[in-house]
């Protein structure tokens, strides 16, 4: 073993092996810094060049890319607080909070140390795959897969908030949305409306970025032409570094959570995310700081997403599974190069296996480093206002989220997501439960249908079911001990407030509109439900009852707290109605011509740039785009009515 | 309007392209392979798998660009064919029974007029049956005599998993088919962890993944959905010899071969899944002569060395098929007797609780 170990080594350090690794990282770095593309958009723009390299070489390549991609994205999260992939929502929340008081460098800096630590947690168990790993992804059967997915909600429920019914309200939204598309009991589309695009159901990049990213970009553009507070510094590492030692056991409890992630096939990065923060969470004794710069979330969300990816490449190789969807993208490039992953990989191939680890062990700590380096120089793109950012950003973001199926579908369904996030974000809902609640709507349905099918109800004393309960169990427990002993009241499990420290603030309108909008939504889908077979109407049911009764307590609560506010967010208004008018002119005219009317207003109006300057950049970012969408071989959307461009 | 005419113009561009020069019509143009799956599926991986041997054998050496439209469980890439695929064979729709299946149940949201296309060329796409260890079935003719309920996995009744649930059918097999999962590779895992006991495989997985479990003596491979011979698909299939087809293993148990309209659903279904499984569809108004300039590709591609020594380590050798009687096949296939479409419509929607 060791020797195969070492040989792969002196393998991947020919000269021209580690500058495609480190190629390869640095596409990986751009993409998972640019919000809403990420590691599948970076293996795919990658994918045709390996066809071009030995195939040690090629594989070394897309390792670059995929196993960066979750410590680059901490940067747009902390410094502009639109995820730079869904997987980081939650250092969007602590790190832009944090950013925010001027504490840039401590967030980035136990962010991407803890990327670090995962993506080395990841290598270590991709390393000690061969003979251990194996065993533990055949252990983990279904039910011991839907225990995961309970045990997620558990701890997402440690989001839920100060305000519990829209907390809870939100969650139950998130679930609904996850419901959307096939079945998996049954063979019903749900709330489909007759679309081929619901098919599938809502892609989870388009939620992330239209529920946390659109809702930003239009803060920002509102801000227009003047800077937020002042400029972010990203100076004196030491305190993150010190921040880091003393959460590394955090770090390391979080990338084990997310190497089981990686395990769990088709479950993304996301879904280990949440789980670490909500444990960040429940582990915290003062939780009064989530929501508002939490170092500690920081420090678990990073730690969980990069050993998913990585982890991902376990059942990838073991068992030609795909952990993950750029680890899908990965198998079809080791198809290519003639490696069939399975049982006999391990024997038949071992340099081929350490080749792996030392890629991602190596972009792990190089990657970490380059990010350190950089940011500075990033931050201080901060001081540029912040209209003239979100140009771009959007424009990136349409382009991310056009990615999923290259269909209009995607872009109105981000508008109409972002729509949402924005309501939800002003009506004091937050969002973080609801995006948690998609990401595991779908996992829990599936596993819990085939479990009860499997076995019927005898899987509930399987010891690997056990165990995992045990991980709720427990701490409920010992809680309530405490509790006791303490005899003090009942602590409120009220933590956190994300939409505060986001800069949301209530508004009452936007509240009346967003309880009257959940219960249209929620007393709809219990009427559409009633058509289901009765397998794929139990999961549903599970979040549209609490959904309705929720949501009209809030519009009644809403109607009584009334005050016409309306006026305050006018100006975000007025934002969010252009871009759905640019949605809706794309669909008709195609995308060359909207797109430049939409810079031109953002920049010459709501950035106020001058008129030369603010042709020549908007004529690069406008070239910029056309550009990225050749490179991503997306043809650009067409218009339907008559198309110009 | 507008498009009427502009089609016609292209026809006519293409077929003064065609007289013009023939050897090389395919110069300086890209052939569009559309998948419409994600990339590192096994749709897409055998796209690129055949898109050197096409760039090397097509008259002209055309770049192949293999596209990916994922979406709607193929049906959104299909569609998006449907509307854009020009008519001069350089537009290809590369595709499985989740395609097909759709199509011939004629479900909501199918805009693709597959019974009207061309067929450029075809690759079969086999599979295998078999049973785990420890239900003492050693043979296709014992899996009656199995000493555990039968549990198969699959994704939806609907769609790739119909030939599966038909062939159940026809051998009138007791199988609890549990249905839901996210994909052959999720199922194969619970197969290994012992959650189900009876599992189809494709070719490739079934080489790779499966041969390794029957050498270690935890797996017994059952039978194989057969390959086509004089329009009946019941001959034994390349991808292991050894094993009969469903055909035979229903006149091994039965005495007779299979007749009704159980057996007719399953021919239809299923040869557009295993036998033509992989099918490169062209618009319908391609001209016969780009379609025999596909044909003649194959034919070289078939006798290229290089291309046998690949496809004998990827599928066993299988070989790719072209010409009118593959076409010819395809179309009937795609077009079932009413009383074949009534039949899978009562099944799938009494026993699968699929609504149309």
Redesign the interface.
């Known amino acids: 073993m060791f020797e195969h170990a070492m040989s792969a080594l002196s393998d991947l350090f020919e000269p021209m092996r580690l500058l495609v690794l480190f190629g390869g990282m640095l596409v990986g770095m751009v993409f998972g810094m640019l919000p809403g593309l990420g590691g599948v958009a970076a293996v795919s723009i990658l994918l045709p060049f390996i066809y071009y390299l030995d195939d040690y070489s090629g594989l070394a390549m897309l390792l670059g890319a995929v196993s960066i991609v979750y410590t680059s994205d901490t940067i747009t999260s902390v410094l502009l607080g639109a995820p730079g992939s869904p997987a980081s929502a939650p250092t969007a929340i602590e790190g832009y909070a944090l950013a925010k008081k001027g504490r840039a460098a401590r967030a980035l800096g136990v962010g991407f140390l803890a990327s670090m630590v995962g993506g080395l947690v990841g290598a270590t168990v991709l390393f000690v795959a061969i003979p251990v790993a194996g065993p533990i992804v055949l252990l983990l059967s279904t039910p011991e897969l839907f225990m995961f997915a309970v045990v997620g909600l558990v701890f997402a429920s440690s989001m839920i908030g100060e305000n519990l019914a829209k907390g809870l309200a939100a969650a139950c939204l998130g679930l609904f949305l996850g419901a959307v598309g096939p079945a998996q009991a049954a063979a019903d589309f749900r709330f489909t409306f007759g679309q081929v695009y619901l098919l599938d159901g809502f892609s989870l990049t388009i939620v992330a970025l239209g529920m946390f990213g659109v809702a930003e970009v239009i803060t920002m553009l509102s801000v227009g032409g003047g800077i937020s507070g002042e400029a972010m510094k990203v100076a004196g590492w030491k305190d993150g570094f010190r921040d880091f030692w003393v959460n590394k056991w955090l770090v390391i409890r979080s990338a084990i959570i997310g190497v089981f992630g990686g395990f769990v096939p088709a479950v993304g990065a996301s879904a280990s995310t949440w789980v670490a923060y909500g444990h960040a969470i429940r582990s915290t004794k003062d939780k009064s700081q989530f929501g508002k710069g939490e170092i500690r979330g920081i420090a678990a969300a990073e730690g969980a997403n990069n050993a998913t990816v990585i982890s991902d490449l376990v059942p990838t190789v073991l068992f030609s599974v795909p952990g993950g969807p750029a680890a899908a993208i990965f198998l079809g490039a080791l198809f290519s190069f003639g490696y069939y992953p399975g049982p006999r990989m391990i024997t038949e191939h071992p340099d081929l296996m350490f080749l792996m680890v030392w890629s991602v062990a190596l972009t792990s700590v190089v990657g970490a480093a380059i990010c350190f380096a950089i940011s500075p120089a990033l931050a201080k793109l901060t001081r540029i206002p912040f209209g003239i950012i979100a140009a771009p950003l959007i424009l990136i973001m349409v382009i991310g989220a056009y990615q999923s199926t290259s269909t209009m579908g995607d872009i109105f369904m981000l508008f109409a997501l972002g729509a949402l996030g924005w309501v939800m974000k002003h009506a004091d809902w937050p969002r973080a439960p609801a995006l948690v609640g998609f990401v595991l709507a779908k996992p829990m349905e599936q596993y819990f249908w085939l479990t009860n099918q499997i076995h019927g109800w005898s899987w509930v004393t399987r010891p690997g079911v056990l165990i995992i309960a045990s991980v709720i169990i427990i701490p409920l427990v010992l809680g309530g001990i405490r509790k006791y002993r303490a005899r003090k009241d009942a602590v409120p499990v009220a933590d956190a407030n994300a939409e505060k420290a986001m800069g949301g603030g209530h508004n009452h309108s936007v509240g009346l509109f967003m309880a009257v909008l959940a219960s249209f939504a929620f007393v709809y889908g219990a009427w559409e439900m009633m058509g289901f077979n009765p397998a794929s109407r139990l999961f549903p049911s599970l979040a549209i009852g609490p959904g309705i009764g929720l949501s009209l307590w809030l519009v009644y609560r809403g109607l009584r707290e009334y005050r016409p506010d309306l006026g305050r967010d006018a100006s975000e208004l007025t934002i969010l109605a252009a871009l759905i008018f640019y949605g809706v002119a794309v669909w008709a005219i195609g995308i060359t011509v909207p797109t430049a009317l939409l810079l031109a207003w953002m920049l010459l109006i709501r950035a106020k740039m001058r008129l030369w300057t603010g042709l020549i950049y908007g004529t690069v970012i406008f070239v910029f785009i056309q550009v990225l969408f050749g490179l991503l071989r997306g043809d650009a959307p067409i218009g339907a009515l008559f198309n110009i461009g | 309007m507008k498009y009427m005419t502009s089609c016609a113009v292209m026809a006519l561009l293409a077929a003064a392209n065609v007289a013009q020069a023939q050897d090389g019509y395919f110069a300086g143009k890209t052939v569009d392979v559309v998948v419409p799956f994600?990339?590192?599926?096994a749709t897409?991986?055998s796209a690129?798998?055949l898109e050197p041997f096409f760039e090397k054998h097509l008259p002209g050496n055309p770049e192949v660009s293999v596209?990916d439209?994922?979406?709607?469980?193929s049906?959104?890439g299909a569609?998006?064919f449907q509307q854009n695929a020009k008519d001069d064979g350089t537009t290809l729709l590369f595709t499985t029974s989740s395609t097909t299946t759709p199509f011939v149940l004629g479900q909501?949201?199918v805009e693709y007029k597959l019974s009207d296309y061309r067929v450029a060329y075809s690759h079969p796409f086999s599979s295998v049956a078999y049973v785990s260890s420890d239900i003492s079935v050693n043979s296709a003719a014992e899996i009656k005599n199995a000493n555990e309920q039968l549990?198969y996995?699959g994704i939806?009744?609907?769609a790739s998993d119909l030939p599966s649930l038909l062939s159940f059918e026809v051998l009138d097999l007791d199988v609890?088919s549990?249905?839901?999962?996210?994909?052959r590779?999720?199922v194969?895992?619970?197969f290994?962890?012992?959650?189900?006991n009876l599992d189809y495989q494709f070719t490739?997985?079934y080489?790779?993944?499966v041969v390794?479990?029957v050498e270690a003596g935890s797996a017994v491979p059952l039978w194989t959905g057969g390959s086509m011979e004089g329009g009946v698909l019941k001959a034994r299939d390349s991808i292991a010899p050894e094993l009969p087809s469903v055909y035979e293993v229903y006149e091994d148990m039965n005495g007779t071969p299979p007749s009704g309209v159980e057996w007719d659903a399953f021919q239809a279904i299923a040869s557009i899944t295993y036998a033509y499984g992989l099918t490169a569809y062209a618009h319908p108004d391609t001209p016969q002569e780009v379609l025999d300039l596909y044909a003649a590709a194959v034919e070289a591609i078939n006798a290229d060395p290089e291309f046998q020594k690949a496809s004998q380590?990827v599928t066993n050798g299988a070989r790719l098929n072209a010409g009118p009687e593959t076409e010819q096949a395809i179309k009937a296939a795609l077009s079932p007797s009413q009383e074949v479409k009534d039949y899978l419509h009562t099944l799938?929607t009494e026993k699968?609780?699929?609504?149309f």
Not at chain 2, 38 to 41: A, D, I, K, N, R
Not at chain 2, 192 to 196: A, C, D, F, I, R
Not at chain 2, 352 to 355: D, E, L
């Open positions: 994600g990339q590192g599926g897409y991986v690129k798998f596209i439209r994922p979406g709607g469980g049906i959104l569609n998006w909501n949201g549990r996995g939806s009744a609907a609890n549990i249905l839901g999962f996210n994909g590779g999720p194969r895992l619970a290994e962890q012992g959650e189900l490739p997985v080489l790779t993944q390794p479990s380590e799938l699968f609780g699929v609504r």
